[in-house]
């Protein structure tokens, strides 16, 4: 039976099987000499609570684009039985244009438009990769746009559904027109040229000297930007007693992304993805 919400004990569970999936991502990169790094909720959660935000339900995890490509080509190889690297390359249904390593034998749909998707639904860890992206402040909202203009159309063609179950007439509506854009968008455009052209526009300033770097699967345009220089050199850290890296000025890093990252939010705020399906 699908589920809008799970109990505090299925949260703890939940954070225990990603907790142990990051020690096997970590154990990954280190036998391939990958760095990486936490990011957004979970660097936040490391500086503010010593792991996870206490009622966040999943973990964000950052690379440079060349350890994010070593990656897909090690861990597939490296992983231990049990969990599963789902990207939008080896899963034809995915409709997640970055990577995610799932826990097998567990459910968790974020959304009611994906249940019906042929994919892996596990519990997992979210790996973004991070690219250069123009300093000029015109070039920069430019290239984003760009970016997520293949994004979306990515995103409707994997998902013929909106992310909420209808129950107006308007909402209705725009269900029945989300069907036939995604209908369009398979027919118009096959998936591997897609995904082609978004890697070639994302990755279009890598190695021009950019001061900038950014995950481009955000919707936001500076949701999840930082400096080089207040990214590197990475600082060591503890997420839930696991030693773990994070954006060397994080103070920098969390202030862009948060404002006041000490302040906590409203009790009515605190909330995560709130699922529409758990199983575990």
Same mark, same amino acid.
């Not at 001061?211 to 080089?228: I, S, V």
């Not at 030693?243 to 890093?253: C, L, M, S």
């Given at each position: 039976m699908a589920e809008e919400y799970y109990s505090p004990q299925e949260l703890k569970e939940i954070q225990q099987l990603e907790k142990k999936a990051l020690e096997v991502l970590l154990d990954v990169c280190a036998q391939a000499n990958i760095c990486c790094f936490l990011i957004g909720g979970s660097a936040l959660g490391v500086v503010r609570h010593g792991g996870f935000i206490p009622w966040d339900d999943d973990v964000d995890v950052g690379m440079l684009r060349e350890d994010y490509q070593r990656f897909l080509e090690a861990a597939p190889r490296l992983l231990p039985k049990g969990y599963s690297l789902?990207?939008?390359?080896?899963?034809?249904?995915?409709?997640?244009?970055? $990577?995610?390593?799932?826990? !097998?034998?567990?459910?968790?749909?974020?959304?009611?438009?994906?249940?019906? =998707?042929?994919?892996?639904?596990?519990?997992y860890v979210d790996i973004f990769p991070y690219d250069e992206v123009p300093d000029d402040e015109a070039e920069n909202l430019r290239h984003f746009e760009q970016c997520q203009k293949l994004i979306l159309r990515f995103v409707h063609r994997q998902s013929r559904d909106v992310s909420r179950p209808p129950h107006t007439a308007g909402e209705r509506l725009i269900a029945l027109l989300r069907i036939g854009v995604y209908l369009g968008s398979r027919l118009c455009f096959p998936r591997e040229k897609l995904l082609k052209k978004l890697d070639?526009?994302? $990755?279009?300033?890598?190695?021009?000297?950019?001061?900038?770097?950014?995950? +481009?699967?955000?919707?936001?345009?500076?949701?999840?930007?930082? +400096?080089?220089? !207040?990214?590197?050199?990475?600082?060591?850290?503890?997420?839930?007693?696991?030693?773990?890296?994070?954006?060397?000025?994080? !103070?920098?890093?969390? $202030? $862009?992304?948060?404002?006041?990252?000490?302040? +906590?939010?409203?009790?009515?705020?605190?909330?995560?993805? =709130?699922?529409?399906?758990? =199983? +575990?």
């Open positions: 789902q990207t939008p390359y080896n899963s034809p249904y995915n409709p997640y244009p970055y $990577t995610k390593l799932r826990v !097998d034998g567990t459910r968790f749909v974020e959304y009611c438009n994906h249940s019906n =998707r042929r994919m892996h639904h596990g519990v070639r526009t994302v $990755t279009a300033y890598n190695g021009t000297g950019q001061q900038g770097l950014a995950c +481009l699967n955000f919707p936001k345009r500076k949701c999840e930007y930082a +400096l080089r220089k !207040d990214l590197f050199p990475l600082a060591e850290a503890q997420f839930e007693g696991i030693p773990v890296k994070i954006p060397g000025n994080y !103070d920098a890093y969390l $202030t $862009t992304h948060y404002g006041d990252y000490r302040k +906590l939010p409203p009790e009515q705020d605190r909330l995560g993805h =709130r699922p529409y399906e758990v =199983r +575990l």
